[in-house]
Nanobody, 126 residues
């Protein structure tokens, strides 16, 4: 019903910046809560940031707060994650997700999301 495609990942030096995008398409009309998660090798998928359907409310993981900014452009059906002051520990596959249930304002638990993108690799290294 909803297809999510991430882009913008790549190699970046520590302290650098990177912006990820997630394009949404499909039969669903309108907006819905979305979020970003990441998974590093050998680790569980972890929450990074989330945003309400209007973009008026956001939530961040402690590790991301102050460095990352989640935003959306509903006219373009696109979700963004601006990442600044990147650290090697930010290296992971980043996934975007969408919740079409209509039960939540902002979704921070992976189990509550219905649709996921394929992921985009972010590598922070010297």
């Amino acid at each position: 019903q909803v297809h999510l495609v991430e882009s913008g990942g790549g190699l970046v030096q520590p302290g650098g910046s990177l912006t990820l995008s997630c394009a949404a398409s499909g039969r669903t009309v309108g907006s819905f809560p979305m979020g970003w998660f990441r998974q590093a090798p050998g680790k569980e998928r972890e929450f990074v940031a989330a945003i309400s359907r209007s973009g008026g409310d956001t939530a961040y993981a402690v590790s991301a707060k102050g460095r990352f900014t989640i935003s959306r452009d509903n006219a373009k059906n696109t979700l963004y994650l601006q990442m600044n002051s990147l650290k090697p520990e930010d290296t992971a596959v980043y996934f975007c997700a969408a919740d079409l249930s209509g039960n939540f304002l902002v979704v921070v638990a992976s189990r509550d999301y219905d649709y996921w993108g394929q992921g985009t690799q972010v590598t922070v290294a010297s």
